[in-house]
């Protein structure tokens, strides 16, 4: 199985309808799912973008041959696959809590 990861703010994860398809906020403007490749690519990435951002992060651990969307690599390093379309739950195969420093830094995600 192969892992990729998504944060995602946990009251909105949690105020989806969960037998709908993920389709995070920014989803409308930009037009896919960002996901990252590595625990530690995602503390770092959540840190750099929402680190300022008070409310809790969930990451989403995603099983990337159970995506249904088309999954493309748009980064020349491949770290950061998008999903073009909704995420279909199935293929979200664990919802963790992510823990942060005092500072707000988000720490990794357990494996």
Do not use: W
Request: contains cysteine.
């Amino acid at each position: 199985m192969k892992i990729t990861y998504h944060g995602t703010p946990k009251a909105y994860f949690e105020s989806l309808d969960t037998s709908a398809p993920y389709v995070p906020e920014a989803f409308g403007k930009e037009g896919f799912i960002h996901t990252t490749e590595g625990r530690e690519a995602v503390s770092i990435i959540l840190t750099g973008i929402y680190k300022a951002y008070k409310e809790p992060f969930v990451v989403l651990h995603i099983d990337k041959d159970s995506i249904a969307a088309p999954v493309r690599y748009d980064d020349p390093a491949c770290l950061f696959p998008h999903i073009y379309g909704p995420l279909n739950r199935d293929a979200i195969i664990k919802v963790e809590d992510i823990q942060r420093a005092e500072d707000g830094t988000f720490m990794q995600p357990q494996e």
